[in-house]
């Protein structure tokens, strides 16, 4: 079975600081991973996209993947209040995305004024 | 509005009736995606279309639900014999076969009483 698992939070982070988010995940045969940033009461909205090992890196969010250890992180640079939110990790074991996604429960950030 | 549209936003409904939804997709994506997200998870893959054919569906998905595409244009999805449990809110979302991740509309919120 499919899982994934990241800290529920809240993650507090002063604004202006780096915001760490972390997600692992069960099924090695996974090779798509995304972020996606939800607001209270509204949908999921894609952030991130990752497929092989390292960083990616886009404005101020760096997607870091390690398949060996089946460790998905998230990096928001220079946080601010806006950035506040639930972020969900997602799996997928078809490339690209294109079966069904395994979401984490989430983990709420909120950045401090 | 170029975005994925799904109405009704929210429906009230006694245990036991039918309720029927509906998603219409980004006009050029022909993947569409139905999930389901409960207060404090993440969401939960239900089904999938590729056109008109409906490609996977999930074991969270009992008899109760049918969701069809019938011309690979909007979606439906029906819930027959709504029980309390089957309060959520429920996502589309669609894609094209070659792009990476996908866009989420506003969702349904179904309430069951």
């Known amino acids: 079975q499919k899982e994934v698992e990241q800290n529920s939070g809240p993650l507090s982070v002063p604004e202006g600081a780096i915001a760490s988010l972390n997600c692992t995940y069960s099924?090695?045969?996974?090779?798509?991973f995304f972020w996606y940033r939800q607001y209270s009461g509204k949908s999921p909205e894609l952030i991130m996209s990752i497929y092989s090992n390292g960083d990616k890196e886009d404005g101020r969010f760096t997607a870091q993947l390690n398949k060996a250890s089946q460790y998905v992180s998230l990096l928001i640079r220079d946080s601010q209040p806006s950035d506040s939110a639930t972020y969900l990790c997602?799996?997928?074991?078809?490339?690209?995305?294109?079966?069904?996604?395994?979401f984490g429960k989430g983990t709420h950030l909120i950045i401090q004024p | 509005d170029t975005g994925v549209s799904q109405n009704p936003r929210h429906k009230i409904t006694k245990r036991g009736q039918n309720v029927t939804f509906r998603c219409d997709p980004i006009s050029e994506h022909n993947r569409l995606y139905w999930y389901r997200q409960t207060l404090g998870q993440g969401p939960e893959f239900l089904t999938y279309f590729q056109n008109e054919a409906q490609l996977e569906k999930s074991r969270l998905l009992s008899d109760r639900f049918s969701a069809e595409r019938p011309k690979g244009s909007f979606s439906t999805l029906e819930i027959q014999r709504t029980e309390q449990g089957d309060s959520a809110m429920y996502l589309c979302?669609?894609?094209?076969?070659?792009?990476?991740?996908?866009?989420f509309g506003s969702g349904t919120r179904l309430t069951v009483v």
């Open positions: 979302a669609s894609s094209l076969i070659s792009t990476y991740g996908y866009t």
């Open positions: 099924d090695r045969g996974s090779q798509s």
């Open positions: 997602a799996v997928s074991i078809a490339g690209g995305g294109a079966d069904g996604l395994t």
